[in-house]
């Protein structure tokens, strides 16, 4: 399984762009370039980009979890911008449209 992930700056926002299958193999990485970000950013908004996302299982699915949670415990929002449609629909079935910033672009 093939990913990459790369850290931006989108305006005054910190963008985490993903790419590729999103699974357990990106735990240790995804983390590693989250806690990366300035911890005042992170208190805001960290966008995480799926335009180019193929696959998440439910492992990568407990790591974006696992972010979700660090965030918000400082009042942060984690922010899903372009997931395609299987992506989006994965993320409406398990609840997490409910919880995360959706925006399209």
Known sequence: MSHHIRLFQKG?????????????????????????????????????????????????????????????KFGGVIECLNPKKQILHILEVIGLTEILKMTYE
């Not at 963008?15 to 989250?34: A, P, S, V, W």
């Not at 950013?41 to 949670?69: C, H, M, P, Q, W």
């Open 12 to 72: 005054e926002f910190p963008l985490i762009l993903l790419e590729g299958e999103i699974t357990g193999e990106i735990h240790n990485e995804l983390f590693e370039i989250y806690y990366s970000v300035d911890e005042d950013a992170r208190k805001k908004r960290v966008i995480l980009d799926f335009s180019k996302v193929d696959y998440i299982n439910s492992s990568g699915i407990a790591a974006l979890i696992e972010i979700i949670t660090s965030s918000e």
